[in-house]
T-cell receptor, first 113, second 117 residues
Framework: KNQVEQSPQSLIILEGKNCTLQ??????????LRWYKQDTGRGPVSLTI?????NTKSNGRYTATLDADTKQSSLHITASQLSDSASYIC????????????FGRGTSLIVHP | GAVVSQHPSWVICKSGTSVKIECRSL??????MFWYRQFPKQSLMLMAT?????????EQGVEKDKFLINHASLTLSTLTVTSAHPEDSSFYIC?????????????FGSGTQLSVL
């Protein structure tokens, strides 16, 4: 069964600190992995997308890494801001055929001043 | 700017009424759109895959007669929650894919918060 597991489930950090979110998946065959940020009551917004051959992808203070051998990805947030408080969702898709994504349960991040 | 528009953003309705949610791809043709629902503090759950010109494919456990999906054009898919009940109260989100292969991108609508009284 294709699964995407995220950890931690929730995280509280102080403004200005760094943090790393984890995503492990069993989706196979693998096409791409995406990280989304979802504010409460809003649709998810794409942060990064990585294909099988990519190891790292940055988007401002967000840096995603991918190890396709171990099927692990991480999202590193540098110098956190209050506006980073949100849910971060890891989404993995199968290769070939119709695109049907598999969602992780997300990590709820709270940044305190 | 937004490439997938979802409307309305929120709706409050009485139990037993039907509610229609629209999902539009603004600057591209989407042969496939997806509908999700999300309960508080939980992840998105895929409800159905909407295919233009054909019947939607529903995930296991999703009632076809309850959640009617119509993908009448390449830029519009609608989800109708029929005879809504309080347990249908949830956050509904649509998405559409643009491009293929390594260039494939998934865009989400802004979501619709449905509250059934």
């Amino acid at each position: 069964k294709n699964q995407v597991e995220q950890s931690p489930q929730s995280l509280i950090i102080l403004e200005g600190k760094n943090c790393t979110l984890q995503c492990n998946y069993t989706v196979s065959p693998f096409s791409n992995l995406r990280w989304y940020k979802q504010d409460t009551g809003r649709g998810p917004v794409s942060l990064t997308i990585m294909t099988f051959s990519e190891n790292t992808k940055s988007n401002g203070r967000y840096t995603a890494t991918l190890d396709a051998d171990t099927k692990q990805s991480s999202l590193h947030i540098t110098a956190s801001q209050l506006s980073d408080s949100a849910s971060y969702i890891c989404v993995v898709s199968l290769s070939g055929g119709s695109y049907i994504p598999t969602f992780g349960r997300g990590t709820s991040l709270i940044v305190h001043p | 700017g937004a490439v997938v528009s979802q409307h309305p953003s929120w709706v409050i309705c009485k139990s037993g009424t039907s509610v229609k949610i629209e999902c539009r791809s603004l600057d591209f043709q989407a042969t496939t759109m997806f509908w999700y629902r999300q309960f508080p503090k939980q992840s998105l759950m895929l409800m159905a895959t909407s295919n233009e010109g054909s019947k939607a494919t529903y995930e296991q456990g999703v009632e076809k007669d309850k959640f009617l999906i119509n993908h009448a054009s390449l830029t519009l898919s609608t989800l109708t929650v029929t005879s809504a009940h309080p347990e249908d109260s949830s956050f509904y989100i649509c998405s559409a894919t643009r491009g293929t292969g390594a260039n494939e991108k998934l865009f989400f609508g802004s979501g619709t918060q449905l509250s059934v009284l």
